[in-house]
């Protein structure tokens, strides 16, 4: 029995570029870039004092105000992305089998603002447990994907996936399989996070794995530079609609790519760096082309985890460089974090986005805020810097990497 074909019908975004897919879209491939100044919390005392904010969120735009104390920011913009993304399918919700539709959510930190929020209060008081109801279902990692299953009734498979910031990849792959292995017909899938706050700033400040570049936030982020100093930190949600391809034909779909392979590895090195020759790394892209039975010279973009930290870029570029040998001088990789900021838990989903776009748009968003390449990275690789570039795209490369070791990688093809 000839295997069970996965496409990407819809897709919504939350973003630091912009509130839905077009404008996010459009801001990318324009070269802006999402960071600025934060404005979500008083940074005097912070050493970074910059993230890639979402901007322009009312969440009563979009939720009734007695919903709005029952969901924290990260299943905020879950919720908006998957209704996007489910709009963007063209999905008449009440003709499909809901048995078979299924959600597979991922975030690597789940309601850290109300954590903080909670906790702070708690500290301020006189210790009695003043605590609000919905603490628990609003801190949860896997509330996202429950609202979005009890919103539009979803009663197939439904869990989250917590592999750092590899998280969303994880999902995506984990999404894919289950169509695959004929457990559902229909999945959404993606990743979010909301960590702009004291403690998500405060704690990746204290790793020093933050950008300080306060005095050029816009430019903080620069995958690949000599001068890169750290990430910036991001926020939003990616969402996908995953769903069988003869599902998808018969319903006289608009198929955007072809989800073809995902592979998944460990490190097993450190608790927050990757390794050094990032053997890891290799290990996962070679699993997802063998599963997507590509060569490494079939791959066109690659879309790299590249946080723009000293360490991170270098490790993944030796993999790279190692993996791909001499197709790498053709390779064209774009690492748009640069733009976005580190999404964190969100990234893999906001950057298949990026590549399923690149596809199907063909054009390639570039590196941006990247003036002079490391000498010390592997020589010969085709980096686009400066402005998006045209170009016919068959097959994208989905890179992420979280702390804890794990790699992550997903595989997209033009259909």
């Given at each position: 029995m000839a295997?069970r ?6 897709m919504?975004?939350i ?14 491939t324009?070269?802006?870039s999402?960071?600025a100044?934060i ?22 735009d979009?939720f009734?105000k007695?919903?709005?104390?029952k969901?924290d ?13 489910l ?7 009440d003709e499909?089998d ?6 597979i959510w991922g975030s690597?930190?789940?309601?850290f603002?109300?954590f903080?929020?909670?906790i702070m ?5 006189d210790?009695?447990?003043?605590i609000?109801p ?9 509330i996202a994907?429950g ?7 979803f ?8 592999s750092?910031?590899a998280?969303?990849t994880t999902a ?7 169509i ?7 999945i ?8 702009v706050n004291e403690?998500?700033?405060?704690g990746?400040g204290?790793?020093k794995a ?8 816009s430019?903080?982020?620069r ?5 890169r100093?750290?990430f910036?930190?991001?926020e939003g ?5 995953l769903?069988e391809?003869e599902?998808a034909?018969?319903r ?6 072809e ?5 998944m590895?460990a ?14 790394a ?17 791959v066109d973009?690659?879309n790299?985890?590249a946080?723009?930290?000293?360490v991170?870029d270098e ?7 190692k993996?791909f040998?001499?197709h790498k ?5 774009s690492?748009?974090?640069s733009?976005t900021?580190h ?5 893999g989903?906001?950057?298949a986005?990026?590549?399923i776009?690149?596809i ?12 002079q ?5 592997p ?11 045209k170009q016919s795209?068959?097959?994208?490369l ?9 790699n992550?990688s997903a ?5």
């Amino acid at each position: 029995m000839a295997q069970r074909r996965v496409v990407v019908t819809g897709m919504g975004a939350i973003s630091p570029l912009g509130n839905s897919l077009p404008e996010f879209w459009s801001n990318l491939t324009a070269g802006k870039s999402g960071a600025a100044p934060i404005t979500k919390f008083d940074t005097t005392k912070f050493k970074t004092k910059f993230a890639c904010e979402v901007k322009n969120f009312n969440p009563l735009d979009h939720f009734e105000k007695s919903e709005v104390r029952k969901i924290d920011p990260f299943t905020q913009y879950a919720l908006v992305s998957t209704d996007e993304a489910l709009k963007d399918a063209g999905l008449n919700l009440d003709e499909i089998d809901k048995t078979r539709v299924g959600v597979i959510w991922g975030s690597g930190n789940g309601g850290f603002y109300t954590f903080q929020q909670e906790i702070m209060e708690f500290a301020r008081g006189d210790g009695t447990p003043r605590i609000n109801p919905y603490f628990i279902p609003k801190v949860i990692v896997d509330i996202a994907s429950g609202w979005i299953a009890m919103k539009h009734g979803f009663m197939g498979l439904n869990f989250t996936t917590v592999s750092a910031c590899a998280t969303s990849t994880t999902a995506i792959i984990d999404a894919m399989n289950y169509i695959r292995w004929n457990k559902a017909d229909l999945i959404v899938a993606g990743g979010s996070e909301a960590a702009v706050n004291e403690a998500g700033v405060g704690g990746f400040g204290a790793l020093k794995a933050l950008s300080t570049r306060n005095d050029s936030p816009s430019t903080a982020s620069r995958p690949f530079d000599i001068s890169r100093d750290g990430f910036v930190m991001g926020e939003g949600a990616g969402s996908l609609i995953l769903e069988e391809y003869e599902h998808a034909r018969k319903r006289g779909a608009r198929i955007y790519a072809e989800v073809a392979g995902g592979g998944m590895s460990a490190d097993a090195y450190h608790l927050t760096a990757t390794h050094p020759e990032g053997l890891g790394a290799m290990l996962g892209m070679k699993w997802a082309l063998e599963d997507a039975n590509l060569m490494p010279e079939e791959v066109d973009y690659l879309n790299p985890h590249a946080t723009s930290t000293p360490v991170g870029d270098e490790s993944e570029m030796k993999a790279v460089s190692k993996f791909f040998g001499e197709h790498k001088r053709k390779l064209l990789i774009s690492a748009t974090k640069s733009a976005t900021g580190h999404l964190l838990g969100g990234a893999g989903a906001i950057e298949a986005i990026i590549c399923i776009k690149a596809i199907h748009e063909g054009v390639v968003p570039a590196t941006i805020n990247t003036t002079q390449i490391d000498p010390g990275l592997p020589e010969g690789l085709n980096i686009l810097l400066n402005s998006s570039r045209k170009q016919s795209i068959r097959v994208a490369l989905s890179n992420t990497f979280g702390f804890g070791g794990h790699n992550a990688s997903a595989v997209f093809v033009k259909v």
